[in-house]
């Protein structure tokens, strides 16, 4: 069962703390998390679990991975590409349609799929008659049954003939990269977008239908300061946002080149990134949004503020979400599909995902055999970062016991009965404290961005 979260306050933001309990780890929207993923499974074995998992499988989502946007934001992580050759788009979707019927060809007349989510990149990047026949092509091939849509969206791109595309493919969810509505701050991170441009993207995606509407917003950036995100959090409430997903700007440069035009010495300390962390948790309770997980907020009616309070809520590749299917195909290049017993990524470089499809091969590339034990610490994790507590059995608390002593001897968590509770001023903490049942975690730095 979900607890409610509180209002709260955070934990003080002595730098000693922070130092000690905000310890980098993945984001854990899958587990064993992707960096473990290895080519080493072959293509056969994947196939095979693939077939065998499908075997019974009846509820299922999709998601279709874009990978081009009209121009690249300097922060950015994404595997995505400038949107500006033709020939490479076209060849692109092409490859696109043809996985489609390759995975759609595997399933049972069992299937139905509940789902279906676009992201990327950015879908709008593309041309809305491209995007038709994509959709097309996928109610062609898969077994849907009245399918809650999504779709990430970019506002630069978000034209007024978008609108009919988004009420034919019936989108009631939509996302948008806000980010900040700061002038100075859009120009430190290379995305330009002015209000006016959110103002047209919000009336488009309304009068198109769309019911549940998030911004992503971030704290952290170059130059930020406390007052730069009030007033981006008061002029996302005013502008209606539903959902609204708050990120840390994690800098690093060393995983993401992008990130080197980025002057790394406007950067906000750990203590002021915490305390934006804090605003934005204070700031968006207060105006009437239910905290989601770590880093969500949702109007009390929204299905994922719904899902939150009625212990539904569920963490996937696309963040927390209300999508509890079993089952999620990924396609496109670098998309992960998750069975109960695999993970499976696509081929990253788009020449090798358009090869492998030229020769009708699933471009699978990477995968990760799930074990009983990592199912066992997988749920844990999920239910810690979703409820903030979880069950766990004596072997598992064993042998994370090293990593959550200290948060247990300062009450951040605690142990009832059978169950560690997160404190509700500790959710800042929250992945740091998940990543104890995590054995795969790597502790160097370098390679994971901090919690907050
Ligand atoms: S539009 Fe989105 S996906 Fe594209 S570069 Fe910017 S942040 Fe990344």
């Not at 060393?254 to 804090?278: C, K, N, T, V, Y």
Request: include cysteine.
């Amino acid at each position: 069962m979900a607890r409610a979260l509180a209002v709260h306050t955070m934990l003080s933001v002595d730098l000693e703390q922070i130092k000690k309990y905000n310890v980098p780890g993945p984001r854990y929207t899958s587990y064993p998390p992707a960096v473990h993923f290895k080519p080493e499974l072959g293509l056969d074995y994947v196939i095979n679990q693939i077939r065998e998992n499908n075997r019974t499988t009846r509820d299922l989502s999709l998601y279709f991975h874009l990978p081009f946007c009209k121009s690249l934001c300097w922060y950015c992580g994404c595997n995505t590409a400038a949107a500006n050759k033709a020939q490479r788009l076209a060849t692109y979707l092409d490859a696109l349609h043809r996985e489609i019927a390759l995975v759609a060809a595997q399933l049972p007349a069992s299937a139905r799929v509940r789902r279906i989510a676009f992201g990327g990149g950015s879908p709008n990047a593309l041309n809305p008659v491209d995007f038709i026949r994509l959709f097309d092509e996928l109610v062609l091939h898969f077994p849907l049954e009245e399918p809650v849509v999504s779709i990430e969206l970019v506002p630069r791109a978000l034209t007024a003939e978008w609108g009919p595309v988004l009420r034919a493919i019936h989108a009631t969810r939509a996302s948008m990269g806000v980010q900040t509505f700061s002038p100075g701050l859009q120009q430190a991170i290379g995305r330009i977008q002015p209000t006016g441009m959110i103002e047209h993207g919000v009336e488009v995606l309304r009068k198109a239908g769309v019911t549940s509407m998030n911004f992503d917003l971030m704290y952290g950036l170059p130059g930020q300061a406390r007052p730069d995100l009030e007033s981006t959090l008061q002029l996302t409430a005013g502008f209606g946002a539903d959902r609204i997903a708050l990120f840390g700007y994690a800098h690093v440069p060393h995983l993401i080149a992008r990130q080197r035009r980025i002057d790394a010495s406007a950067l906000p300390g750990p203590q002021e990134r915490f305390r934006m962390a804090e605003l934005g948790y204070e700031w968006l309770a207060a105006a009437g949004y239910r905290p989601v997980g770590f880093d969500h907020f949702a109007k009390p009616a929204d299905p994922l503020a719904r899902a939150a309070a009625s212990g539904r809520l569920h963490r996937n590749f696309q963040g927390f979400t209300e999508d509890g299917a079993p089952v999620l195909l990924g396609l496109g290049a670098s998309a992960i599909s998750s069975f109960p017993t695999l993970l499976a990524q696509v081929e990253k470089n788009s020449g090798r995902y358009r090869m492998s499809l030229s020769q009708d091969r699933l471009p699978i590339a990477h995968g990760k055999a799930r074990s009983a034990d990592d199912r066992r610490r997988g749920a844990v994790i999920e239910e810690l970062l979703c409820h903030g507590r979880a069950k766990v059995c004596r072997p598992l608390l064993d042998d994370a016991w090293e990593l959550l002593a200290p948060y247990l001897d300062t009450g951040l968590c605690e142990l009832e009965g059978e169950y560690l509770v997160i404190a509700d001023r500790a959710v800042a903490y929250a992945r740091s404290i998940a990543a104890a049942f995590d054995p795969y975690r790597q502790h160097s730095p370098r390679r994971f961005s901090s919690a907050v």
